[in-house]
């Protein structure tokens, strides 16, 4: 079957860095992408790889290696605005999106 | 900036009653579809359409239909609501199939949060 793990929470401190890690196993592979969605909003796009490596925009990042079937996705500075989910889909050989639960971040002061 | 605007955010209905939940587009997106979404599970699809009139099924159909007679617009329509349909319902859209990413960016409507009593 296909899945996408990501972790359901994680905790981090304003100013600091954190990496949401998302491991997949799906039929094909037509690109990785990140949503963040704040509470009781819609997801909004984050960010999409295809290509294994390093993309960059801004305070986030995100990576993929496709041999490991894993991203993660870094943010940097963090603003207490970053407290949400964030969503990792993977797009299967048939072009349909797979989703991960979701992990949700909590920023401290 | 594109807009995918649901009707309701919020609605109560009893076991058995008719359910429309209608979304809007204001991009000419090509493709718009129609999630579940419920605490510790990914986003399920429902029914998607890549073109007026057409539509797909998604994972979970059962006990869910869909309209699309205007480019814009696509209606979710549980026929007899039950209380295992109790959830979040997102709707969205794209520009269109293809193999670059832009084409497949999805833009979320805030949601529908339905209760079924």
């Known amino acids: 079957g296909q899945n996408i793990d990501q972790p359901t929470e994680m905790t981090a401190t304003e100013g600091a860095i954190v990496q949401i890690n998302c491991t997949y196993q799906?039929?094909?592979?037509?690109?990785l992408f990140w949503y963040q969605q704040h509470a009781g909003e819609a997801p909004t796009f984050l960010s999409y790889?295809?290509l294994d490596g390093l993309e960059e925009k801004g305070r986030f990042s995100s990576f993929l290696s496709r041999s490991k079937g894993y991203s993660y996705l870094l943010l940097k500075e963090l603003q207490m605005k970053d407290s949400a989910s964030y969503l990792c889909?993977?797009?299967?050989?048939?072009?349909?999106?797979?989703w991960g639960a979701g992990t949700k971040l909590i920023i401290k002061p | 900036d594109v807009k995918v605007t649901q009707s309701s955010r919020y609605l109560v209905k009893r076991t058995g009653e008719k359910v429309f939940l209608e979304c809007v587009q204001d991009?000419?997106?090509?493709?718009m579809f129609w999630y579940r979404q419920d605490p510790g599970l990914g986003l399920r699809l429902i029914y998607f359409?890549?073109?007026?009139?057409?539509?797909e099924k998604g994972d979970i159909p059962e006990g869910y239909s869909v309209s699309r007679e205007k480019k814009e617009r696509f209606s979710l329509i549980l026929e007899s609501a039950s209380t295992n349909q109790t959830s979040m319902y997102l709707c969205?859209?794209?520009?269109?199939?293809?193999?670059?990413?832009?084409?497949?960016?999805?833009?979320f409507g805030a949601g529908s949060r339905l209760t079924v009593l």
């Open positions: 790889n295809v």
């Open positions: 991009m000419d997106h090509e493709n």
């Open positions: 969205a859209s794209s520009p269109g199939t293809g193999g670059f990413s832009g084409a497949n960016v999805l833009t």
């Open positions: 799906t039929s094909g592979f037509n690109g």
């Open positions: 359409s890549y073109d007026v009139k057409m539509k």
């Open positions: 889909a993977v797009m299967d050989s048939n072009y349909q999106l797979i």
